[in-house]
C-alpha cells in the first residue's frame, strides 16, 4: 500500500502528522506494536529533522505484508558530513529550535536504530532523502 | 467476531434509549453504534470511561451496581469509602455524621480507601527508582486509563506501574486486621463506594488479577443521596466516633489531579480528561514527549472529583478536600501511627499485580494480507463517503462507516449521502433508501407527523 504525506518545513506545530497518520494505519494492519511503536518513533524524528533545516519535504509510505520502506525526500540544505551528523550527540540546530526541546543531536542514530535498514544521500545545497526499512515479520 | 472478554458496569437500556446518538458521538474508542434506534455497545473496546453516562439524556445508560442488600450477607460489612465521598459535602456536615448514618444504613465497618495510599507511596518511590528502563511511568490508580491504554496505546502497557490502587490495599488490610481478630474471612464482606463505571469493571474483572479483595460495589450517588438525606432528616441513631485515623494530607488529595504527581520524584506530570489524556498518549508513543519520569493519568476531567456518579460539583469537591488536607497538615490531625502501617510487611508483598497485557482492538485482521485488503478497501470506500461525520449512518464518523462495512457490520448504502447519490442513479429508490433509515433510526423517528 502506498501513501504520501508532504512536510512543511518550519512549522513545528504540525511536526507528527505523518507519524501520527502511519501510526493509525500500521496499528490496523500490524500485530506486534512494538514494531509499529519503533517504525513511528524513526519517522517522527526523520520529520523534526525536516521541520527543523530543510524548505520542504516530502514523505512516501509503501506497505507491504513482510516490509515497511518509508522515504523522507527533502529539499533543504544538505549534510555536508553524514558521518558526523550521525553520531548522537552532533547538532547543528539553532537556538532556537533547541529552546522548543528539538536539536538534541540524537535523531538520524535515533532512526537508525529503530530500523532494520536505513540508507541516507546527501548532497549539499539540493537536500536529503532518507530511506528507513522496517520489517515487520517477527516469526 | 468481537469476543467478549469483559465486565462492563455501563449497560444501555434499550427500552429507555432513544437512539439520539449523543454516547455515539462522545465515545472515546468508537465502541457505540445506533442499529434499529438504539444505541448498541462493542464491548471490547469500552473502556467504561462513563463519557456516554454523562450526556445521555434520558438516563437510558446506567452504572450496573451490585444490590445494596447483598451487604446483609455478611455478618461483618466494611464500607470503604473514596475521599471524594466525604468531599461531596457542605463544609458544615460532620464525617462523623456521615459515618452515623452509614452505620445505620447497616454498615459495621466504615473505611476509607485512601488509607491505602500510606503503603502505596513507597512501593511507588521504590518501584520508580529500581525501573528507569520503560519511562515514563504511568500510574495504575485510574481503571479507564489502564484500559484505554490497552486498547489503544498497548505500546505502553510495559510503562504502568504494576501496582494495586490504594483501594484494594485498603480493602486487604481491612480483611487482614479482621481477619486476625478471629473473624473468618466467609463472614468479611468489603464493598467499596464508587465515584465511576471504570471502578466497577476493575472489580469485577481486573487487569492482572484474578479477584478482586472487594466484595461487591455501591455507586456513590445512591449513597450520597441515602446519607445525605439521613443527615438533613437527623435520624440516625446515635453519633458513632469516627475512627480515629485520619487520612494523611497526601492520601485526602491522591483522587484529586496532582494527588499522585506531587509524590513522586523527578519530572511527574499530571493529566485530566480522557481526551486529553489520549492527545498525551499519543505523543509519548511517538516518543515526542521525553525524560518525563511520572505521569498521573486520569480519565475524567478533574479526576476522581469529576467521576460520573458525583453529584456535587467538582470543584467544589476539590477545594473541600484541598482544605481538609491543609487543616490535617496544619492541625497534625493525622500524627502518629496508624494501624495499616502494622501490616505494611503483608501488604507490600501483595501490592504488585500480574502482567498487564496488551488488547489491541484496531487491527482490521488477523492476518496481514487480508488487514491489507480490508484497508485498501476502506481507502476506497473513504473516497465516496463526504468526510462529513455526521453520523446519520449510525456510526460516529465516515471513517468508522467505511471500516464497519470492511467487517460487515455495515453497508454504503447506511450513508445519507451514497443513499441521495444513488436515488439519482436510480439504483435504490426513496422507498428503499427510507427502509434503510429506519433500520438504523428505528420506526418511531421515521414515522413521525411532519
Known sequence: MHFEFDIEAGDFSKVGYASSQLKKIMKQ??????????????????????????????????????????????KGPGIPDIQLAMQEGYSTASEQVREMGFGAGMGLANIKNNTDEFYIKSE???GTSLTIIANLITE | MEQKVFHHALKIQKDQCIGCSHC???????????????AELFENRCIDCGECFRVCPVNAIIIEQDDFNKIFQYKYRVALLPAVLIGQFPDDVKTSEIYSVLKDLGFTDVYEAEHGVDVLQDAMKDYAERNTENKPLISSFCPAVIRLIQVKFPALVDNIIPLHPPLDIAALYYKQKLVSQGIDESDIGIFYVTPCASKIAAV????GEEKSPITGVINMDFIFNKVYTGIKRGDYSKVIDTNKEKLTPEGTVWSLTNGEADNMQGRCLAIDGVHNVMDFLERVENEEIKDVDFLELRACDESCAGGVLNTQNRFLTV???????????????????????????????????????????????????????????VKEIMKCLPDVDCGACGAPNCQALAEDIVQERAAINHCIFIQKIFEKKGIIDWEQSHEIMKNIWGDEKLNRKC
Open chain 1, 29 to 74: 494492519l500490524v500485530g506486534d506494536h512494538k514494531i509499529v511503536k519503533r517504525v513511528v518513533v524513526a519517522l517522527y524524528e526523520a520529520e523534526v529533522n525536516v521541520v527543523a533545516h530543510a524548505y520542504s519535504g516530502k514523505v512516501i509510505i509503501d506497505i507491504n505484508t513482510d516490509k515497511i520502506e518509508i522515504k523522507v525526500n527533502d
Open chain 1, 124 to 126: 549539499v545545497g539540493v
Open chain 2, 24 to 38: 455515539m458521538n462522545i465515545c472515546p474508542t468508537e465502541a457505540i453504534r445506533v442499529k434499529n434506534g438504539k
Open chain 2, 204 to 207: 469485577k474483572s481486573p487487569v
Open chain 2, 319 to 377: 477545594e473541600r478536600l484541598k482544605k481538609r488536607a491543609k487543616y490535617f497538615k496544619e492541625t497534625g490531625a493525622n500524627v502518629g501511627q496508624k494501624d495499616i502501617t502494622n501490616y505494611k510487611e503483608y501488604l507490600t508483598e501483595s501490592v504488585s499485580i500480574g502482567k498487564i497485557k496488551p488488547r489491541s482492538m484496531m487491527k482490521l485482521d488477523k492476518s496481514m494480507v487480508e488487514a491489507m485488503k480490508k484497508m485498501r478497501r
